[in-house]
């Protein structure tokens, strides 16, 4: 007797071409599919693991045409060193409360957001978001997410990063950060609070999304260290001779 299976094709599609939003004068492509279902959250763990990222509910890699330049890192947090600029980083905001929220989009963080994205990113797509844009970045959202406020003292919220939850890691999904305290560096220190999170959860890594070595934008993700890049299929430590000045 034969047994068919119930389960659902998962169907992927690529991208049309698109400007590289990291690296001028290139084009930017994805592979796609869409999270859904009960098996979200095992198909969101598996394609982490292989290099995927996650927008709204949307799983993507690139594959760019005659480019690699983007790679997939995470941190290994337990034996993860902070260098001295990163001690100085956590000393400097001890002060400051960190609390996970449920995914839910509110006028504060949308106010915080929006600041952030005309001092630091006036040029893209996100700084023209409304508060209905957005609340679907925040809540559409098919798997275990939350959203981490970092206050100060008097209670006002300086910085706040979207976080999935994997079975191996936290997965930095989004940060953002009042611009007119860089003296804090609060997206250093973002990343920094999630390695202590998800060692607290016995969690190994920390998913930062991707590596563009050539991009200023996204070069620090390689001062976090041991971390693991995706090369070939295979996770492996990032080593020093991976690690390029943008520009050369």
Known sequence: MLHR??????????????????????TERKVVTELTGAESEALHDRLSRAGF??????????????????????IACDR???????????????????Q???????????????????????????????F???????????????????????????????????SDGLSAVYSFYDPGIERRSLGT?????LV???MQLDLPFVYLGYWVPQSRKMAYKARFRPSEILTGGHWRELLATDIVQPGE
């Not at 220190?189 to 609070?193: E, G, K, M």
């Open 196 to 198: 202590q999170r998800a």
């Open 80 to 98: 993860f060193q902070p260098d001295r600029t990163q001690r100085r980083v956590a000393r400097d905001n001890a002060d400051l409360t960190a």
């Open 132 to 166: 209905y844009d957005y609340r679907a970045m925040i809540e559409d959202t098919p798997i275990t997410t939350h959203v981490v406020e970092f206050r100060e003292p008097d209670g006002r919220l300086v910085a706040a990063c979207l976080t999935d939850r994997l």
């Open 100 to 130: 996970e929220t449920t995914a839910r989009a509110t006028a504060e963080q949308f106010t915080l957001f929006q600041r952030y994205q005309q001092a630091r990113h006036n040029d893209g797509d996100m700084a023209s978001m409304g």
């Open 189 to 193: 220190y973002a990343v920094l609070w």
């Open 5 to 26: 299976t119930t389960r659902r094709p998962q169907f992927f599609y690529t991208t049309a071409p698109m400007p590289c939003p990291y690296l001028a004068g290139r």
């Open 53 to 74: 990222r996650r927008s709204h509910n949307i799983a993507y890699s690139p594959v760019c045409p005659g480019c690699q330049a983007c790679i997939p890192i995470r």
